[in-house]
T-cell receptor
């Protein structure tokens, strides 16, 4: 597609519910990132995929967070047993570069705003 | 540790010039990015510096000093639509982006 598409744009969950957030990156983009952004803060790294391989998941805050990209395109971020502190905007970004030289310019989706009540 | 510092908020007048500073400390360095983020929207790429000096792109310019761990974004001929948050991010030796908290720029008529 023309840009990075994320769904849902808004999600309200009751504490303890599971949620799944979807990211459709730009076609052909090798790298895919998930970030968490709190209000008034910069993006905080969650996890990184190169094609279908999850190369870095060091930013996932707990084992309740799980991400996958099984065919190297669409990715899903799943949060189990949501807690109030999980409320944030979840941003997905993709880029052409694997780990080659040159600027690794990220194209972001508009984000999924999660509110946990 | 790795750290990015930038001012929380700045105010400027329409038509004026504003400079947003960013200092960084990272494990290795592979470049410095500036992104613009309007409220409720996705961050969008503005500029990338990897060598020392000034990169000019229309009304926006970005400067880098690697020895000082310092960058700035210069916005000229400010327009109301430039009201947004400006995010500074440094790429470390693992090609991981370390993000600042963003500078909220308020433009007044």
């Amino acid at each position: 597609g023309a840009g990075v598409s994320q769904s849902p744009r808004y999600k309200v969950a009751k504490r303890g519910q599971d949620v799944a957030l979807r990211c459709d990156p730009i076609s052909g983009h090798v790298s895919l990132f998930w970030y968490q952004q709190a209000l008034g803060q910069g993006p905080e790294f969650l996890t990184y995929f190169q094609n279908e391989a999850q190369l870095d998941k060091s930013g996932l805050p707990s084992d309740r967070f799980f991400a996958e990209r099984p065919e190297g395109s669409v990715s899903t971020l799943k949060i189990q047993r949501t807690q109030q502190e999980d409320s944030a905007v979840y941003l997905c970004a993709s880029s052409l570069r694997g780990q080659a030289t040159g600027a690794n310019v990220l194209t972001f989706g508009a984000g999924s705003r999660l509110t946990v009540l | 540790g790795q750290n990015i510092d930038q001012p929380t908020e700045m105010t400027a007048t329409e038509g004026a010039i504003v400079q947003i500073n960013c200092t960084y400390q990272t494990s290795g360095f592979n470049g410095l990015f500036w992104y613009q983020q309007h409220a409720g929207e996705a961050p969008t790429f503005l500029s990338y510096n990897v060598l020392d000096g000034l990169e000019e792109k229309g009304r926006f310019s970005s400067f880098l000093s690697r020895s000082k761990g310092y960058s700035y974004l210069l916005l000229k001929e400010l327009q109301m639509k430039d009201s947004a948050s400006y995010l500074c991010a440094a790429e470390d030796s693992n090609y991981q982006l370390i993000w600042g908290a963003g500078t909220k720029l308020i433009i007044k008529p």
